[in-house]
């Protein structure tokens, strides 16, 4: 027969193990799906743009190589030939954006260095607002390694968004860095970038 006392031991050990369980355990990483949101499928092109400076989404595949020309060199107009310059592989393809983007950074602000394990794409039409998750599943207590000094600048992949879902008008494109955690996610989520779709 239990009596008072150890109901009282048995219900701390019980909330004993549960707080470890949420502070040590992760659950396995997983696409974020928004209630309301249609999953789009982009394709993802590696380049050898190595641009720090923000190049506007176009539909316009040529627009987006005279942005990389103008960030990369400080003129305008463009070269003729730019298309033999930069994306020379990818042609214009009809309902699509080119998002030059960084990819899900392997660092959060305070310079801890975050393992992302992947990244969907999710169009919200309420909102007009394309968000790119990325995520990444760990315990509440964990150890990031630490990132300082100076780094190269990374060459930039391409993303092929479909726009059929969109309509015409303008588009906000956010990034939503995501921790999942056993209980309770963290979500910092940030304007990319917007583009107007024809």
């Not at 050990?13 to 309301?36: K, N, Q, R, S, Y």
């Not at 990818?90 to 959060?108: E, F, K, M, R, V």
């Not at 394990?117 to 790119?132: A, D, F, M, S």
């Amino acid at each position: 027969m239990l009596t008072r006392k150890r109901i009282v031991w048995l219900s701390m050990g019980i909330a004993l193990v549960l707080l470890l369980a949420v502070a040590f355990l992760a659950t396995p990483a997983h696409e974020v799906h928004t209630p309301g949101a249609t999953s789009l499928k982009a394709s993802v092109v590696d380049t050898d743009i190595h641009v720090y400076k923000v190049i506007q989404p176009s539909q316009s595949l040529s627009e987006v190589r005279c942005q990389v020309w103008a960030a990369l060199h400080n003129m305008r107009p463009c070269p003729g030939d730019i298309a033999r310059t930069y994306l020379a592989s990818i042609t214009q393809a009809p309902n699509s954006l080119y998002l030059l983007w960084a990819g899900c950074i392997s660092w959060h602000g305070s310079g801890a260095i975050i393992n992302w394990q992947g990244y969907n794409i999710e169009y919200l039409p309420t909102r007009r607002k394309l968000v790119i998750h990325c995520y990444v599943a760990e315990p509440w207590i964990t150890h990031h390694q630490t990132l300082s000094g100076v780094l190269a600048v990374p060459s930039v992949p391409l993303l092929i968004v479909p726009t059929g879902a969109m309509g015409p008008g303008t588009i906000q494109i956010d990034e939503d860095d995501r921790l999942e955690h056993l209980v309770g996610d963290q979500s910092d989520q940030f304007q990319l970038a917007t583009a107007t779709i024809s």
